[in-house]
């Protein structure tokens, strides 16, 4: 490029490749000037060069010769836009070893391999921007890397995944039914091409893992943070939980205890008219208490093609003017020395609990419940019984819901498998953590 522009090479044209493209070439002279010189698409790496592309790809170069296109001299920045581990971890790999920064949307690539990557970029002297990687648009990599960088981070309490959010909120508000909203955000571009990853909280474990390495220092692998996915809540608890002035939400949260540091993946039910209560739709926000700050609350658009191109191409920004390089350096994260640590065991986990018993409507039902709770030391808030009707049968099954006061989790997982057993109850619980 004689004009000095700064060539990328775009690992993918799908939803987040494209939005980058789109961007990149919608707004040269913004990007820049913001960057201190042109930034050019060289070509990017597709499946199928033949396949019809929409507005903006269609003018993109596109090439299946990943190598071709990374070792290509006009490239000095590769962006990795293929999600998944493969081949996104060999190529960033061979990207780096050719002398070529990159920059990553990619959660899952850098939770489950953050240690071989980060190694390999520095000691390669490159430079890793991953600023799209968690929470979409919301510079929250940023946040904790360098502006919070005065504090000892205390806690991180985030809606992370848009796809679970678009869905519970789908679901509470217009009444739309599990599947339909699944349908409506996969069309939407909200979700993993397996929305799996989303419902069943491994994307939001992914985006802890890196969320947790940022605040706290703690290397963590993906696979041992307790998570539970919103595919586990029927609609029936999003009302009730509404009825008791709550909303669920995916939350994903790290927490410095003396035990350790406390990490989950759970669908919570948080107050009404709180920050994270009010964050519908696609929307993340992360809250984040410092021991200078206090707390902090950063929000914006999750998922989506657009709102990921704003950090990817902040983050090509960042790499172009060399400042990505320095905070990559400063921040030292993923060490091969670093500690490998385990969460506190979620076992000792202390909070409020929301539990649904379904059971036999007959005399002394729920004193029995009472008493499984009462024998360790669970103390009940308020409980919910919904009159069956006149013209329901004796004895037919209807919702009992119980709210707690704080207990630990392990006594309430022994409480509900004593219940569970009753007679008069019909397995499994529901059982939710509550967010005051
Ligand atoms: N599938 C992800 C989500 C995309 O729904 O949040 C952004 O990482």
């Known amino acids: 490029m004689n004009d000095g522009a700064a060539g990328v090479a775009l690992l993918g044209l799908g939803t987040i490749g494209t939005g980058v493209a789109r961007l990149l070439t919608a707004e040269p002279a913004r990007i820049a000037r913001r960057a201190g010189r042109p930034v050019r698409i060289v070509g990017a790496l597709v499946r199928d060069a033949g396949r019809p592309r929409g507005p903006f790809a269609q003018d993109v170069a596109v090439t299946t010769d990943a190598r071709r296109l990374i070792e290509d001299e006009r490239v000095s920045l590769v962006v990795e836009a293929l999600g998944g581990t493969e ?18 949307a990619n959660k899952a690539l850098l939770a489950e391999h953050g240690v071989e990557i980060f190694g390999e970029a520095r000691r390669l002297g490159r430079a890793l921007a991953f600023e799209g990687s968690v929470a979409g648009g919301v510079p929250i990599v940023q946040a904790l890397g360098v502006g919070l960088a005065a504090n000892e981070i205390l806690s991180i309490s985030a809606i992370v995944n848009g796809t679970c959010n678009f869905i519970l909120t789908s679901m509470t508000r217009d009444g739309v039914g599990y ?60 009302r009730y939980a509404g009825e008791l002035g709550y909303v669920v939400k995916l939350l994903a949260q790290a927490k410095r205890t003396e035990a350790g540091l406390e990490l989950q993946v759970a669908p919570r039910l948080v107050r009404h008219g709180t920050p994270l209560a009010d964050v519908s739709g696609p929307y993340n926000a992360i809250r984040v208490v410092g021991d200078v700050v206090g707390d902090t609350l950063f ?31 400063a921040l030292g994260l993923w060490r091969e020395d670093g500690v490998r640590s385990m969460p506190a065991p979620p076992a000792a986990i202390k909070s409020r609990y929301y539990v649904r018993f379904t059971i036999a409507d007959r005399p002394g039902v729920i004193g029995a419940i009472a008493q499984a709770l009462g024998a360790r030391r669970i103390s009940i808030a308020s409980v919910i019984q919904h009159d069956p009707g006149d013209d329901a049968p004796p ?27 009753l007679d008069v109850v019909h397995p499994p619980s529901i059982c939710l953590g509550v967010e005051d």
């Open 87 to 104: 081949p996104a971890r060999t190529l960033v790999l061979e990207a780096l070893a050719a002398g070529k920064d990159v920059v990553t």
């Open 179 to 238: 599947a339909d909203a699944l349908a409506e955000a996969q069309r939407l571009g909200y979700a993993e091409p397996d929305p799996t990853f989303d419902v069943d909280g491994t994307d939001a474990a992914h985006k802890l893992a890196i969320l947790a390495q940022l605040g706290f220092g703690a290397n963590v692998a993906t696979s041992s943070i307790p998570r539970t996915g919103i595919d586990r809540v029927p609609a029936a608890d999003l």
């Open 299 to 329: 929000y914006g658009r999750g998922a989506g093609a657009m709102p990921t191109a704003s950090a990817v191409v902040g983050d090509i920004i960042d790499v172009v003017l060399g400042r990505a390089a320095i905070t990559f350096r």
């Open 395 to 421: 004895g037919s099954p209807v919702p009992l819901v119980i709210m707690t006061h704080a207990a630990v989790q392990a006594d309430v997982a022994a409480a509900l498998d004593e219940i569970d057993r």
